[in-house]
């Protein structure tokens, strides 16, 4: 795609010099020399740009769009032009594409080497023939001039020359480094700890890092600090060539260059980096699209709060509630509801930390993995449903579990044993509170990190630690009674339900076949739990029985389920007939001049279908976005997308639901992660 463009440009180029020469360039043009030639010596000349007001010219990498200046030089026999200097180039955003410009006067600088011996004393002439591309945020004209290089013959050119290398950004004098991880080019550039960087970006050279990508110039840069070095994260994406192409072929890049930019415009160092090791982790100092990571304790504080909200998820609360009529029994003492709690609260902040830490270690590792991946594995959500369908066999009385019974002391083993079960069903989505915290999470360094996760965790945990240490709570429960079982036995509607939605969900990720065997397994199981119930209240060994009918229904799904498996995509019919998201579709809709809408779900995700119900599938939606000509483009995360995954991570999100919106030709906006029916229909009237 990217060397059409430029051919594309080349041709405009080509049309337009006639009609170039009959009008003026809105973009002036002047070479000059810095002072006469000397043989042997090299010569600065620097062409000096002077855009009209609105107009901007462009660096030697143009970015998303544009064209760099292109030169033809006439010069003396044996003399020789170097490569243009560049002062540090703007950002700016025109309907998604990044443009790297100059939109002020600016000096382009390039030595001349003159050889020993040059006859100096009636020196040719030496000109170029220059065209470049001067452009508007609406219309873009190609222009050329054929200039003669001028020495000065006035007082203060050396020192307007003394100006021109100011503003060019010094090599550093130490090598860095490159590697590339997965759909990301990170750079080690050495810089001292002490000097403060602030606002950083990085300029590359470089369109094209590999066979088969290019650099994502509009999507955020991610820096961290090690020492003193600075590791920049720079976003690629897949390039796109017809099947034959000429640039097909392509050697591994020896060496990546550009500008790191950084503090107020014109600010910046050039860098050279070869094939290298690159430092992991880090203090993050720059984040998606120039965001600031909020300070630790507002982080702490939203885990808490997020931990605290999903107790309120249908697959939490039944277990919750339960767990606190174990509180409600008669004899309890207030020590033994002290270590309860406590004792459940390390079960829930373990499985927090143990998730959190697996998520880190695999994103460490390169794999593009974001909260509740556990979720995006089959064999999980198989292993949910049956542990959904065996909790509700227990609260229907088909049988006794000791860590969820409330007519008798299930003792703190039981108590962590429910924690750990509380943590794990509750992953599948973040809601409000979490996403900034989770997102914060996998940028931040391995330890604060993990605190994070632990806060969550112990949000959680929250109700049944308040339960536990204070009485006057504790008090307020009902008194022991046969209420209990009653109580139990509608708690089982919940998770019946969670376990139906679990089904569903194996039907979305691996097909009916597989959801059925996942069901027969399911059915064997409550088959054996039925008679280990009956020898149970016998008062007979139950367990071995239950072996012994669970033994052939496991061996069966082992061979039947991985045979039945389908991982087809299943995206569910919308009202707003989305595109599928992917990096390539989300520039053209946004290069295409219309407002974009762009969300994140997945069939797992609790928040995402309420909020799909509430304000995404209305009929009012779907007239408010025809009638503004919106661009609809889902992404489907119920399965693992690399591509999903990191465009969250830039986002500065852990998981879904995300909600993103483009006005037409403008930057991208995150919308709240609970959406009002009439949000969507208010940004689309806009």
């Given amino acids: 795609m990217d060397h059409f463009r430029y051919l594309l440009a080349v041709m405009l180029l080509a049309a337009a010099l006639p009609a170039q020469a009959q009008q003026q360039n809105h973009i002036a043009a002047d070479l000059v020399a810095e002072a006469a030639p000397v043989a042997g010596e090299a010569m600065q000349v620097a062409f000096l740009f002077r855009p009209e007001e609105g107009w901007h010219g462009y660096w030697s990498n143009p970015g998303d769009a544009g064209l760099g200046m292109r030169l033809d030089w006439n010069l003396p026999e044996g003399w020789e032009a170097g490569e243009p200097q560049y002062p540090v180039p703007q950002q700016l955003v025109i309907a998604g594409l990044m443009n790297h410009v100059y939109e002020h006067d600016y000096a382009v600088l390039v030595p001349i080497t003159v050889p020993e011996g040059a006859a100096l004393a009636n020196w040719a002439p030496v000109t170029v023939d220059a065209e470049w591309l001067a452009c508007t945020d609406q219309i873009c004209v190609p222009e050329s001039a054929t200039l003669t290089l001028r020495v000065p013959q006035v007082e203060g050119a050396a020192e307007a020359f003394d100006s021109y290398r100011a503003a060019l950004p010094p090599l550093i004098d130490s090598a860095a480094s490159f590697a590339l991880a997965g759909d990301t080019l990170r750079i080690a550039i050495p810089l001292p700890a002490s000097m403060d960087i602030a606002a950083p970006h990085v300029f590359v050279a470089q369109d094209r890092i590999s066979a088969d990508r290019r650099v994502a110039y509009a999507e955020p840069q991610v820096f961290r600090r090690t020492g003193d070095m600075l590791v920049a994260e720079v976003p690629l994406a897949e390039l796109i060539l017809p099947p034959g192409s000429e640039f097909s072929a392509f050697d591994p890049l020896e060496e990546v260059t550009g500008i790191l ?381 690399e591509e999903i995954t990191r465009f969250l991570t830039q986002q500065g999100v852990a998981g879904v639901p995300l909600y993103m919106w483009y006005p037409a030709g403008g930057v991208g906006e995150q919308l709240p992660q609970v959406l009002t029916p009439d949000m969507l229909v208010e940004l689309a009237a806009r």
Avoid: H
Wanted: glycine share 12%; with cysteine.
């Fill in 261 to 641: 930019a950084f503090g107020e415009v014109g600010n910046g160092i050039r860098f050279e980096a070869v094939p290298g090791e690159v430092p992991a982790g880090g203090e993050l100092i720059g984040g998606a699209s120039g965001r600031t990571i909020p300070p630790l304790w507002s982080l702490l504080l939203a885990a808490l709060a997020g931990g605290l909200l999903l107790n309120l998820m249908p697959c939490v609360f039944p277990i919750l509630s339960l767990k606190a009529m174990t509180l409600a029994r008669a004899g309890e003492s207030e020590a033994q509801a002290k270590r309860e709690a406590l004792a459940y609260t390390a079960g829930v902040v373990l499985a927090c930390l143990a998730l959190g830490g697996l998520l880190l270690l695999l994103r460490a590792g390169g794999e593009q993995v974001g909260w509740a991946f556990q979720l995006q594995e089959p064999g999980v959500v198989v292993g949910l449903l049956v542990l959904a369908v065996l909790i509700t066999a227990n609260f229907a009385g088909v049988f006794e579990l000791p860590s969820l019974a409330i007519t008798r002391k299930g003792g703190q083993a039981s108590s962590f044993a429910t924690g750990l079960l509380a943590a794990f069903v509750a992953t599948p989505c973040t809601g409000p509170f979490m996403a900034a915290a989770l997102g914060a999470a996998l940028l931040l360094p391995p330890l604060p990190a993990l605190v994070l996760f632990a806060a969550l965790g112990l949000g959680l945990a929250l109700p049944f630690l308040l339960l536990g240490f204070v009485p006057a709570l504790r008090n307020r429960l009902p008194k022991p009674g046969p209420w209990m079982e009653r109580f139990r036995k509608i708690m089982a509607i919940p998770m019946g339900l969670t376990a139906l939605a679990l089904l569903w969900l194996l039907v979305q990720v691996g097909g009916r076949p597989f959801a059925l065997v996942a069901l027969a397994l399911a059915a064997g199981l409550v088959l054996g739990l039925m008679i280990t119930g009956r020898l149970q209240r016998a008062g007979k060994m139950a367990w071995p029985a239950f072996a012994l009918i669970a033994a052939p229904f496991g061996i069966f799904a082992a061979f039947a389920l991985p045979a039945t498996f389908d991982s087809a995509s299943r995206s569910a019919e919308s009202l707003l007939s989305p595109i599928d998201y992917s990096e390539a579709a989300l520039a053209e809709a946004r290069a295409s001049g219309q407002p974009v809408f762009l969300w994140f779900t997945a069939d797992w995700c609790v928040t995402c279908k309420v909020n799909e119900g509430v304000a995404l599938e209305r009929e009012a939606t779907r007239e408010a976005f025809e009638a503004a000509g919106v661009i609809a483009m889902r992404g489907d995360w119920t399965v693992r997308d």
